[in-house]
């Protein structure tokens, strides 16, 4: 597949979802679309843009279709994507979240409560 057709699959919000639900493994198409507030038809064209990009594969079992993440076509992303990045040493990383040490709470006594015992 070309760069051109995988970046445009990839363009949607929707089918990039579909890509990080598949990246663990093979799933049937109605638990992908269980994940989606859209109706059927929407995911399962989502889910033909994403074939014929060949970013996943589909698999049938009985009535069943299983589709999975075509991983060689991502590596192909990555490969077109790498000299374009900075190298990983240059990368900034993010600075360590301070530690906050509060003072401890010092129970103070109210000079009033003597007198109240009194009255």
């Not at 049938?60 to 999975?68: D, K, P």
């Amino acid at each position: 597949m070309t760069i051109e057709a995988i970046s445009k699959a990839i363009g949607d919000e929707s089918r990039r979802k579909i890509i990080e639900l598949l990246k663990d493994g093979e799933m049937p198409a109605s638990s992908i679309f269980d994940q989606f507030d859209y109706a059927a038809p929407t995911i399962s064209r989502h889910l033909s843009v994403l074939k014929e990009a060949g970013i996943v594969s589909t698999r049938r079992n009985g009535v069943f279709i299983y589709y999975a993440l075509e991983k060689e076509v991502l590596v192909q992303l990555a490969q077109w994507l790498t000299p374009l990045l900075p190298p990983t040493s240059h990368v900034a990383k993010a600075a360590p979240k301070e530690r906050v040490i509060r003072a401890p709470k010092v129970k103070t006594e109210n000079p009033f409560d003597k007198f109240q015992s009194e009255f």
